[in-house]
């Protein structure tokens, strides 16, 4: 690809003005913009709630043969190709492109929410504490890693193996022809993807900035609101663009090792500091009821209203949106990086292992934060930090563990390099969108996608339109 071309190409100049006008639209109708969002999302999940249940499911089937039958020994790339990054090293990206943010955002404040409106049953309870527990697991378990896994699969099939260009559009190749991948229809699927990746990123960016203010607010004291975390999106989002332009190898690589290093630092000091008896039993326990529970868990959907009403649609199909709407972002960058591996060993690394390692965070996180409400002296401090701001449960239970100004810094450290990571995968994926499937997507390019990124996150929080 010539690097001069790109901002001639008919996708990069049609996502660029309907990225402006979004944004335009966000500052100057700023109560318009977040009420017709907010509408458009309240119909995507009331009507459209149930092809995201059964599409995420039907996910999970197709990788599981994958790993396990014949065709998990076929090679993303030729038979010859030896994979580019160490495991360790792909592991880093993959994970922190894929989850970050959320974890850190979610690891406490989900279970707890979980515990105070649980999907069946009373509140504040053993049952609900279980349940809470359960359905974390759930979603941040083998569904979501399976629909990326899914996207990425077959990006990195057609492009590796086939030799077809790095866009989404390729893996329609045996409908669309060869020459239309980057025009025409081809065109209409990259630019979908582009704009699930800016608003998907961008919703995590906005989450990640909120938790940096909550972290602020409990550590020094500055009031966490929306013009904090604007001018948190745009200090860490300067540093992404830095970030951005080494590159993968130097940049994303480095940033994801060290990040996975201090997440895993962070967890196992809680699990040293906290309840760590009841952290075990609970991932033990939980994994089986989890794994127990799953086919029923995958097609809840509750049209009965037999357990709490609401529920499903503001935590399940919620979720599934979230992931769907993700795929393109997080499986094209997972692709990108996943040369010379077989579909076995991908799939390995994309579903099975990152989704053991969220369960032990949940239970290390969520078990603390459910033990120290339901046996510990919280008092509801971690309840009512939830209740106030979702940002603010992982710090209100950072407050009863000893080395609580420590375990703050740390995990703010952590969200602001997940942050950056996430930032910088995002840019090389709409670089690689609109520049005709560039592998390495021209540098401008890729800080034009990052400063439209942090731009939208920005509006998002301005405007209040941020998804619940």
């Known amino acids: 690809m010539q690097e001069k071309s790109f901002y001639t190409r008919p996708g990069f100049i049609i996502a660029i003005i309907i990225c402006a006008i979004f944004v335009i639209l966000g500052i100057v109708a700023t109560e318009a913009f977040a009420e017709v969002t907010g509408k458009v999302f309240t119909w995507m999940v009331t009507y459209l709630g149930w092809t995201f249940i059964l599409g995420a499911s039907i996910f999970v089937v197709v990788v599981l043969y994958m790993l396990f039958s014949k065709v998990g020994n076929i090679k993303l790339g030729k038979d010859d190709d030896e994979p580019e990054y160490s495991n360790i090293s792909w592991f880093a990206m993959l994970f922190s492109c894929g989850m970050g943010i959320g974890l850190l ?10 515990y105070i409106w649980p999907p069946a049953g009373e509140a504040n309870t053993a049952a609900a504490g279980a349940q809470a527990m359960r359905f974390a697991f759930y979603h941040w378990g083998l569904h979501p890693w399976a629909t990326y896994a899914i996207v990425g699969a077959a990006v990195g ?11 989404l559009s390729s893996t329609l190749e045996p409908i669309l022809g060869r020459d239309n991948l980057d025009r025409g229809w081809g ?3 990259n630019i979908i993807g582009v704009f699930a990746t800016l608003f998907g990123l961008a919703t995590s960016l906005g989450l990640g900035a909120m938790q940096i203010g909550a972290g602020l607010e409990s550590l020094l004291g500055i009031p966490s609101n929306v013009g904090l975390w604007v001018a948190i999106v ?3 989002g300067a540093v992404a663009l830095i970030s951005a332009i080494t590159g993968i190898d130097r940049g994303i690589k480095f940033l994801s090792n060290l990040n996975i290093t201090v997440a895993g630092f962070l967890m196992l000091l809680v699990l040293v500091m906290g309840p760590t008896l009841f952290i075990l039993n609970t991932l033990v326990h939980s994994t089986g009821d989890y794994l127990q529970n799953i086919i029923g868990m995958s097609f809840r959907l509750d049209p009965m209203i037999e357990g709490t009403a609401g529920w499903a649609d503001a935590w399940t199909v919620f979720y599934w949106a979230w992931w769907i709407a993700w795929a393109p972002f997080v499986g094209a960058f ?13 799939a390995t690394g994309v579903l099975l292992i990152p989704t053991g390692v969220s369960l032990v965070w949940f239970s290390v996180f969520g078990g603390s934060a459910i033990y120290a409400e339901h046996f510990g002296n919280a008092g509801g401090k971690i309840i009512d930090a939830v209740s106030a701001s979702e940002a603010s449960g992982f710090f209100a239970l950072m407050d009863t563990l000893p080395g609580a100004g420590v375990l703050t810094a740390i995990a703010m450290f952590s969200v602001a390099v997940f942050f950056i990571t996430s930032s910088d995968s995002g840019t090389y994926v709409n670089g690689m969108l609109t520049s005709g499937g560039d592998t390495n997507p021209p540098l ?14 920005a509006i998002l929080l301005f405007t209040g339109a941020m998804p619940p």
Do not use: D, N
């Open 234 to 236: 745009i200090v860490v």
């Open 105 to 114: 955002f979610w690891g406490v404040s989900e279970p707890i929410w979980h």
């Open 444 to 457: 401008p390019l890729r800080i034009t996608w990052g400063v439209f990124q942090l731009g939208i996150a």
């Open 187 to 189: 065109t209409v699927v």
């Open 334 to 346: 997972i692709a990108r990086i996943s040369k010379g591996r077989t579909l076995r060993q991908y």
């Open 157 to 167: 099939y057609f492009c590796y193996r086939k030799g077809l260009p790095m866009l």
